[in-house]
């Protein structure tokens, strides 16, 4: 299993962002796409999405930009992900239009549901601002050589 590189750069431009949070300062999409190493056109992609779920919204003008439009404590992985990647399934054994003929017969069904939510359960556990503590607790740590 993969993410795309949709769902990894959203998350780094929603880690960007979660670094202003409060401050009220919108940040320039062009920057963020110069910063994160993406073109324009395949930011814009990215930030529909985000702009479309809410996390992020728009402000207008030459001062104009980008904010996370709700505290990094309350953005999960998950959420994230799912933007990009759809709902977390390993198999699609047991939903909608491909429901497997051998459903109701099948061992390996309850295996898949519980890895399944497991790998959401540990997604919902990691939030933007955990994100970023880890990451200011990394660098704090001295390095050391031997």
Not at 24 to 42: F, H, N, S, V, W
Not at 91 to 98: L, P, T
Not at 103 to 115: E, G, K, P, T
Request: proline residues 3%.
């Amino acid at each position: 299993m993969n993410l795309s590189t949709k769902s990894r750069y959203g998350l780094r431009i929603l880690i960007c962002l979660s670094k202003t949070y409060g401050t009220g300062i919108p940040q320039k999409g062009k920057d963020i796409a110069r910063d994160q190493g993406l073109t324009e056109p395949y930011f814009e992609q990215i930030i529909i999405k985000l702009k479309a779920s809410t996390l992020v919204k728009t402000i207008r003008g030459c001062n104009g930009g980008y904010l996370l439009n709700r505290s990094p404590e309350t953005i999960s992985l998950l959420e994230i992900v799912e933007i990009f990647e759809g709902p977390i399934e390993l198999v699609k054994c047991r939903k909608g239009s491909s429901l497997c003929s051998r459903h109701n017969d099948c061992d390996a069904q309850s295996v898949w549901s519980n890895l399944s939510k497991t790998i959401r359960k540990e997604l919902a556990q990691v939030t933007l601002a955990s994100i970023l503590k880890e990451s200011a607790e990394a660098e704090e740590q001295p390095e050391y050589v031997i």
